[in-house]
C-alpha cells in the first residue's frame, strides 16, 4: 500500500505537474485511509485487493466525523485518480472508488468586501514603515489582480513587470498566466521594492522573492494571513474576510460594472467558466444597471 501511494505521488508531481500543496493534501488523504483500514480491517491490505465496500465504509466514517463535504468530495476524487493510476500500472483491475457518488454540495455565495470596504482595508497598513509598505503592497496586489494567497507567496522579482503593469504567476496544476495590475498596486510595489532587504540565505535575482518578511525570507501564506487579520482587528472589518475575500471581492466587483464573465475566468485562472458562474449570483447590481440601460422596455 504505502509502496503504491509513494508511487501515485511521484506520478502527480513529475506527469501531472502538481503543487506542493497538492500533494500534501493527498498524503494526508492516504494517511488518512491507512490509519482506517488498519482499524477496519485489522492491517493494510494490497490496494488491489480493496474493494467499494470497504472504500463506501470508509467515507461513511469520514462524514460521521463531521468533515465538510467539499472535504468528502475531494477524499473521494483523491480515490479515484489512485485507483486509476493503479489500473495504468497494472495493480488495479477496476476501479472501486469509481461508484461511489459524491456528498451533494450547498454552493454558498462567496464573501466578498464593498468597495467602500476594501478601500479601509487597503489604507490600514502604515505607510511610514517597511512592514507597513509590503503589507499594503501584498493586499493591493492581491484586489488588483484577483491572486490566490499562494500564487502571491510564491511570487518572484523577475514575475513583476513594473512598465508593462503585468504580473506572471503561478496557478494551479502550475499553469502560469499574465495577469493586469493597476496604477495603485504598481505604486504600492514600488515603494515596498525601494525599502525591501533579503536575508544573505536567500536568493537573489530573478529568484528573488517579490514579498519577505522581517528577516528577509520568502512569506509562506500563514503569514499573509495573520498579516490580514491583523488589520481586520485595526479596522473592524468582518472577520470572516480572509486573503481569499479579495480574490472573490475582485471578481465580484468587475461583473458589477460590465466585465464580461468569459474575461473574469481568464483573470482568475478558472480552468472552468463554471467555477466563475457562482459570481453571477452576488452581482445582480451590475446586472440591472445593464439591463436598464440596454433594453428599450426596461424603464
Known sequence: MQTAVTRFLQYLRVERNA?????????????ALAEYLADAEGGL????????????????????????????????????????????????????????RNPRKARSLPHFLSSEEIERLLSAPSAGEPMGLRDRAILEVLYSAGLRVGELAGLNSSDLDLSGNMLRVRGKGRRERIAPIGSFAIHALRQWLAVRKLSAREKTGPEAPLFVNKFGSRLTTRSVGRMLEKHLKATGLDHRTTPHTLRHSFATHLLDRGADIRSVQELLGHKSLVTTQIYTHVSTAGLRAVYEKAHPRAR
Open 45 to 100: 491490505p494490497a490496494p488491489g485487493d480493496i474493494g467499494t465496500a470497504v472504500l463506501r465504509g470508509y467515507i461513511a466514517a469520514v462524514s460521521d466525523a463531521g468533515y465538510a463535504k467539499t472535504t468528502v468530495a475531494r477524499r473521494l476524487a483523491s480515490l479515484r485518480s489512485f485507483f486509476r493510476f493503479g489500473q495504468r500500472e497494472g495493480w488495479a483491475k477496476t476501479n472501486p472508488a469509481k461508484p461511489l
Open 19 to 31: 503543487s506542493d500543496y497538492t500533494i500534501k493534501s493527498y498524503r494526508e488523504d492516504f494517511d
